[in-house]
């Protein structure tokens, strides 16, 4: 079984909720988010990516950006712009987005649901983005960004979920990106109880989105345990929980710097020693994902390549005998191309790979390659649910990056307090 909890969030007033809500802090680099709080200082980046506030030549693992996230969240409190509510509660969360409707709810989850594997992974964490949410947690004192948890529903759940959505306006809305975000707050003490006792017949969460502010919330607890300064609300922490059929997922693209030792021309020889290449031909620059040509009644690995201002569709057999993460595309291009054929071994930090979220249109990737920012771009096909639930029921690792899960939610419309 795993465990939810309700709890006194901090929110914005309604009036307020568009001003503060923000994109979360790993979708945005620190010169975007300087220019966004330029045209919105209230905009809660200035929390999240406190360093936008600092001068250009701050470090940004500095003590003193810490310290800052911590005062400007502090003011915002301050000046009544986050209120915390008097009682605990739940919070329904909605998103409209391109004709889909999302919707799932946060509560507080167990940190010791994480250390016994009831929460699941399937992605290893990169060192320093989870030292750095561990410093951003501790010293603000506060869950400002949202886990997003899957679980495998039953058949009741949802529609139960679905049925506490109260008639009338939401508590906060913001509108992002052509999406619109709904919070509405359930208090009622018997509707959580029953969502308690709907999930203690759950066996597992599945972190979706959100695996660095997961594992940092457990880093801050067991730190906070060894010092003698633990709470209970520390030993939770704040997740959106949606239905595993209820989101949708995208392919999470590649960008490569350089060709190591090849040239442009020995580079598509050693490809096409391992995979059928075929020039693409024309794309529709504004969608997400390029439709394979390939057909086949046995499963193939596809992807797509552009290079030198051409796309091309990468093809070939999935290997029967592979298990689910060798099954993956992304495992063959990383095992295959990247590794195997220009020596980027370390997927997670090497400075020579780059990647770009799925939900971004093609030409993102096309401008960055024609720019000679990189050198060339892979754009992935997306990978099923049921594989990633799978691949982590059996503890495996999917290779970094390898989903980009939607829908995507704001900072700062629902937080949590560790006090």
């Known amino acids: 079984m795993v465990h939810i909890f309700s709890f006194q969030a901090f929110r914005p007033p309604a009036a307020e909720a568009q001003h503060i809500a923000s994109v979360p802090y790993d979708v945005v680099s620190t010169e975007e988010s300087r220019a966004a709080l330029a045209e919105n200082p209230q905009s ?52 409209k987005q391109g004709g889909a409707i999302y919707t799932g709810f946060v509560a507080n989850v167990s940190v010791d649901d994480y250390r016994n594997n009831k929460i699941k992974r399937h992605e290893h964490t990169r060192y320093d983005k989870e030292e750095d949410r561990t410093r951003h947690i501790d010293t603000t004192n506060m869950h400002t960004g949202l886990v997003v948890l899957l679980y495998r529903d039953p058949g009741e759940i949802f529609p139960y979920i679905a049925s506490l959505i109260p008639e009338g306006t939401p508590d906060g809305v ?63 922490f704040m997740a959106v929980i949606f239905a595993e059929n209820r989101v949708k997922i995208h392919g999470y693209s590649r960008l ?27 794309i529709e620059d504004t969608v997400f994902c390029i439709p394979p040509l390939v057909e086949s009644a046995e499963p193939v690995h ?11 569709e990468l093809s070939c057999p999935v290997d029967p005998a592979a298990d689910r993460i060798a099954s993956l595309d992304v495992s063959i ?87």
């Open 44 to 95: 809660f980046l200035q929390v999240i990516r406190s360093e936008a506030t600092l001068p250009t030549d701050t470090d940004p693992a500095a003590a003193v950006v810490y310290e800052t996230a911590a005062a400007n969240l502090q003011k915002l409190i301050d000046d009544g712009l986050l209120l915390q509510d008097d009682e605990p509660g739940i919070y329904l969360y909605r998103v």
């Open 174 to 236: 913001a509108k992002s990106a052509g999406a619109v975000h709904e919070v509405f707050r359930i208090a009622d003490a018997g509707a959580i109880a029953t969502l308690q006792e709907m999930f203690a017949g759950v066996d597992a969460f599945y972190i979706a989105d959100g695996h660095h502010r997961a594992k940092s919330s457990v880093n801050v607890a067991d730190k906070r345990g060894e010092e003698g300064r633990l709470t209970p609300e520390s030993e939770r």
């Open 302 to 312: 596809v992807m797509h390549m552009y290079m030198a201002g051409a796309w091309y």
């Open 256 to 282: 490569v710097g350089d060709l190591g030792t090849y040239t442009p021309e020995t580079f598509m020889a050693g490809l096409s020693e391992i995979f059928t290449v075929k020039p693409y031909g024309e």
């Open 333 to 419: 291009l990383q095992k295959s191309v990247l590794e195997g054929m220009l020596g980027i071994t370390d997927p997670r930090g090497d400075p020579r790979l780059q990647y770009l979220g799925g939900a971004r249109p093609l030409r993102d990737l096309q401008d960055r390659v024609d720019s000679g920012e990189f050198m060339l771009a892979f754009s992935m096909q997306p990978v099923r649910v049921d594989d990633v639930l799978g691949i982590a029921d059996d503890g495996g690792v999917m290779p970094p990056k390898s989903t980009w899960f939607e829908p995507k939610l704001l900072s700062g419309l629902v937080l949590h307090s560790l006090k």
